[in-house]
């Protein structure tokens, strides 16, 4: 049993504020996603990303094997968006603007930023992967304030 509790540990960890991103990725030709906090830099030369992701995720599993995905850095005024690859559920994609990257994956319409990457290695993290890519293209959407997210809601940078 473990000895911290689990609420415990997602309102201590609330108080490290992050931006948010949508992983989007292919699954047989339709566009899948999720809303990823954990999202990091890792690496220049070679130049990698990374994020962790919850093993029982659908988007990641139905993603996974397409071998690429694009990191979409969501803007404060698209904490609509974030809502909707925050939940689970068919057809996410229904509501949002996109066009394809290079790989093929979802580049999601006025993001502030956009990594488009291959994937490189999947590692064991617990009850999450994570996930490491290897940047093939990236650029800014527009430049703006980021989405954060605060103590369980979504914040203002000032
Ligand atoms: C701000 C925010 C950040 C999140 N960050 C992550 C994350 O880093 N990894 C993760 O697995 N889920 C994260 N989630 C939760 C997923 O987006 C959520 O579980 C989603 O429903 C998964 O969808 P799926 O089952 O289609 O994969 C986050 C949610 C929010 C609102």
Redesign the pocket.
Known sequence: MSAIDQAHYRQVLGHFP?G?TVVAGVADGTP????????FSLSIEPPLVG????K??????AMEPSGSFCVNILGSDQEDV??V?????DD?FATIGWTKTESGSPLINDVLAWIDCDLETVHDGGD?HIVVGRVRGMDVGHEGDPLV?FRGGYAQLD
């Open positions: 992050t948010v899948v996603g999720l809303a990823v906090g954990s999202f994020f962790c992701v919850g029982s995720s659908n988007s990641w599993k974030c809502r690859f925050a939940t689970s559920g996410k999450h997210f």
